[in-house]
């Protein structure tokens, strides 16, 4: 799975791209696409030359490495990452989503 970034006018997105089309019927693909689940990014599906290309707002937001370099991550710090991750683990879950499915990078 390659990794790019965009930036337009308003917005930044973090685009995945996967070489497989993705099932968009699936249930997992469908609750990503629409609904807006506490702790995920949002996200949308683009289809460029038969690849599917995962777009996730980022607008606005700032990857935990940049947290880590500025700053030494102190106690109370990491207890709120963990905290907003517990919580985020128990929306998927309400929304009958696996957490295993998370990709979860520092950058």
Do not use: W
């Not at 965009?6 to 917005?11: A, E, I, L, P, T």
């Not at 609904?35 to 996730?56: K, M, T």
């Not at 606005?60 to 907003?84: F, H, N």
């Amino acid at each position: 799975m390659e990794v790019s970034y965009k930036r337009d006018f308003h917005h930044s997105y973090l685009i995945l791209e996967n070489e497989e089309m993705p099932d968009c019927d699936a249930y997992p693909v469908r609750m990503l696409l629409n609904s807006s689940i506490p702790g995920l990014l949002s996200c949308s599906i683009h289809r460029v030359d038969n690849q599917a290309l995962f777009y996730y707002e980022i607008t606005s937001k700032q990857p935990l490495e940049t947290l880590c370099e500025s700053k030494k991550l102190d106690r109370d710090c990491m207890i709120l990452v963990i905290g907003a991750l517990m919580k985020t683990i128990e929306e998927m879950e309400r929304y009958l989503l696996d957490p295993a499915s998370l990709l979860l990078q520092p950058e």
